[in-house]
């Protein structure tokens, strides 16, 4: 068994599926080098070194085969981080070659193709509620700040959706649970990295004068709204589960 260690990154793993082929392994896994714990002291190591003109080749070629929707469902299961998502992106990549006339993403009929289009719904899923319930607050800067924690990764997946609704104002977006984030300044829209991860105790204090006002706007128009007579809450946690709540201004 040889395992071949990762910087965690796109390119870094589809840098070693790209040696898988080119050093011919057989019996191989492909692992992050943060998740790494060897347990097969026999087992041989390949440290990967991150190279994108690899990484690309093997993108273009997935593409004529499985397509730009198909890549795309790959980069979902990678951002998924599913702790199997490595070896159900390689063997994807072997079935992809071994059948480039065909998109094996289609062949439900295989395991591992099955769970790439659970992942799939799944990371869709997240996306899309990350899009509905993500709440901005205005900051004493002027940016407006919003915080998230989803269950994926899928900051990479809503950069767009927000690039385009507000361009006309200041935003970030934080990923608490993965320490990044993305800043729009009416110019760029770039992830940044912060070297400690961000402190958010009492950062209500640096709200806006505004930002309160509008809150209690809110939540009042929202309880004056409210029918009680014909309060459902199956239905309500259905289409907004609880563990959203934390984001919805209208639910503190």
């Not at 097969?40 to 730009?68: C, M, W, Y």
């Not at 702790?83 to 072997?94: F, K, W, Y």
């Not at 009416?186 to 505004?210: A, G, M, R, S, V």
Request: aromatic share 14%; with cysteine; proline share 2%.
């Amino acid at each position: 068994m040889t395992t071949l260690l990762y910087d965690g990154s796109f390119d870094g793993l589809f840098t070693a599926v790209f040696e898988v082929f080119e050093y011919r392994y057989q019996e191989v896994e492909i692992t992050s080098r943060e998740r790494f714990h060897q347990e097969n002291i026999f087992a041989e190591i390949h440290e990967v070194i991150t190279q994108p003109d690899k990484s690309e080749r093997v993108l273009n070629k997935l593409e004529l085969s499985i397509g730009k929707q198909g890549v795309y469902k790959l980069l979902k299961v990678f951002l998924s981080e599913d702790p199997e998502l490595e070896n159900l992106i390689l063997s994807a990549v072997r079935q992809s070659v071994k059948n480039s006339e065909k998109n094996i993403l289609e062949n439900f009929a295989d395991a591992d193709v099955l769970k790439i289009s659970k992942i799939c719904k799944s990371v869709d899923r997240e996306r899309h509620r990350m899009t509905a319930f993500v709440r901005f607050e205005k900051m004493q800067d002027g940016v407006f700040f919003s915080k998230i924690d989803p269950d994926f990764n899928v900051l990479p997946l809503i950069r767009k959706h927000f690039k385009d609704r507000y361009q006309d104002q200041k935003w970030m977006i934080y990923d608490l649970r993965r320490n990044y984030g993305l800043l729009y300044d009416l110019d760029t829209c770039e992830f940044f990295y912060p070297d400690e991860k961000i402190n958010l105790n009492n950062y209500q204090q640096k709200f806006h004068d505004e930002e309160k006002s509008y809150q209690v706007l809110w939540q009042r128009y929202f309880t004056k709204t409210n029918i009680v007579e014909r309060k459902n809450m199956k239905l309500h946690i259905q289409h907004v589960p609880r563990r959203y709540w934390k984001y919805l201004t209208e639910k503190w």
